[in-house]
């Protein structure tokens, strides 16, 4: 069932016209049986029509001849009813059997029995409904016939009059209830645009006020989940903020111990860099995965403003001077003044760690570019080096958490995990940007590119 407003419908319209079609066949039946009522009523007034005509005429005309019969074959002598209704035809006969009349379209021979009731008979190709009965004062008898075809004939054009406006009201009827459906289900559409619109992080519990009684379960059963999860993101907060400092803590005092004891051995034995490197390793994955827990969307609780994109990116090369020095690299940067729609502490981590990259992978006296492009309704952050770069196979894969090209032979000297171009697609994800890598303009190397939505300075993300 994909849609509750077309099942309804499609119900309801089908119990309509179930219950219209039953009540259109007992209609029918009963017309039908009304119409035999109404037409055999009529043929009854014939005969009186018949009394009151015949035997008068009878004796005129025996009285200006000596013929025994004298039958109504001349058409304006003819009994007919009006042409809308059927036409019906008569014999009428002496107490013994003789013929003394009949209409045109009646046989010379007695069509039924002599007695009083009424009679089906079959003669010129058609079936017959026949009335027999008594003249007046004794004089014979009367046989009035009315084909049956004509009388179901006429019988159904009146009763499908009556009933034909009920079928066409079926569809009209189908708009009215998918109209009115559409106005009952209102409030469950509005329930699930409030639900739309709202943020990852607004875990305010849904106004019932004015809420259908049958929403209102739903909205409880809502409101219960949007706490426990709730508690559940406040749990982790505090233990992310507790494992902070206590992972934090001791990795510090054992980066002091290190330094110490690097310093008071002279010469000191490989274990002893190993030892350093290891616990730089371990303070770097502590960080990345810290940094990974406060930039996950169930936890990012900032409200977007508007960010100088171009002013960060200034920022984040400054602060790395010291990295950029150490290899001896040639950075360059050029762009148009951009404002996006962000947290700048989000932002300032992913171009942190796509430098931070850079710098790590680019050799010495290598060198780094970065734009920051206006481009109509879209601002682009690129990021260019002329490392080793990552093979076209790698793009997408390169984003899973703690993958690293080649595991960790590689020619950087400086620790890494695996989560930093994690991070940048988590921190891309929850702005509502595109990144996309690509081979660098040099022999060798990735180029970076991030899309965002612009906006315009000052403005505030809703």
């Known amino acids: 069932m994909k849609s509750i407003r077309v099942f309804l419908v499609v119900l309801l319209v089908a119990i309509i016209t179930l219950a219209n079609f039953a009540a259109a066949v007992r209609g029918y039946l009963g017309s039908m049986d009304e119409a035999e009522r109404l037409f055999n009523q009529r043929l009854l007034q014939q005969v009186d029509l018949l009394n009151y005509v015949l035997p008068a005429r009878y004796e ?15 058409n304006a002598e003819r009994l007919n009813l009006s042409p809308a209704i059927a036409e019906l035809q008569f014999q009428w006969v002496s107490n013994d059997g003789a013929l003394l009349a009949r209409s045109a379209a009646m046989p010379d021979e007695l069509i039924g029995e002599l007695k ?12 017959w409904h026949v009335l027999v009965a008594p003249a007046a004062n004794n004089t014979g008898w009367y046989l009035l016939a009315e084909r049956d075809d004509q009388r179901y004939r006429l019988a159904e054009s009146m009763i499908l009059q009556a009933v034909f406006p009920m079928i066409i009201t079926i569809p009209i009827v189908g708009l009215v209830i998918w109209w009115v459906l559409g ?25 019932q006020q004015d809420m259908p009684s049958e929403l209102i379960q739903l909205a409880q059963s809502a409101n219960e989940l949007l706490r426990r999860l709730e508690s559940s993101f406040l749990r982790e907060q505090r233990f992310s903020a507790d494992a902070a400092h206590e992972l934090r803590t001791p990795i510090a005092a054992l980066m002091i111990h290190c330094d110490n004891l690097l310093h008071d051995i002279d010469p000191a034995p490989e274990s002893a860099y190993k030892l350093q490197q290891g616990i730089k390793r371990m303070r770097y994955l502590v960080e990345q995965i810290l940094l990974l827990n406060k930039t996950s969307p169930d936890h990012f609780m900032s409200q977007f403003k508007s960010v100088d994109l171009t002013a960060l990116v200034k920022h984040v090369i400054v602060s790395s001077s010291d990295a950029l020095s150490e290899k001896n690299l040639t950075i360059e940067f050029d762009g148009d003044r951009c404002w996006v729609e962000g947290d700048a502490a989000a932002l300032e981590t992913l171009i942190n760690n796509l430098l931070g990259n850079a710098i790590k992978y680019t050799p010495e006296d290598g060198k780094i570019i970065l734009h920051t492009w206006l481009r109509g309704k879209e601002v682009v952050f690129e990021i260019i080096d ?46 509502r940007a595109r990144i996309h890598l ?6 060798s190397g990735l180029s970076v590119i991030v899309t965002f939505a612009a906006c315009e300075k000052g403005e505030t993300a809703q």
Do not use: M, W
Request: hydrophobic fraction near 30%; aromatic fraction near 12%; charge should be neutral.
């Open 60 to 74: 005129e005309y025996l009285q200006r001849s000596s013929v025994e019969i004298f039958p109504f074959q001349n």
């Open 116 to 127: 009083t009731g009424y009679q089906f008979v079959n003669f010129n190709h058609y079936r």
């Open 183 to 207: 106005i009952g289900l209102r409030p469950v559409s509005s329930l699930a645009k409030e639900f739309h619109a709202r943020e990852a992080t607004d875990l305010r519990p849904i106004e």
């Open 386 to 431: 002329n490392g080793p770069g990552i093979p076209a196979d790698q793009y997408e894969r390169v984003f899973d958490r703690f993958y690293r090209l080649h595991g960790d032979r590689h020619d950087s000297r400086t620790p890494g995990c695996g989560l930093g171009l994690s991070i940048v697609k988590q921190v891309v994800d929850l702005h």
């Open 438 to 443: 690509t081979r660098s303009p040099f022999e």
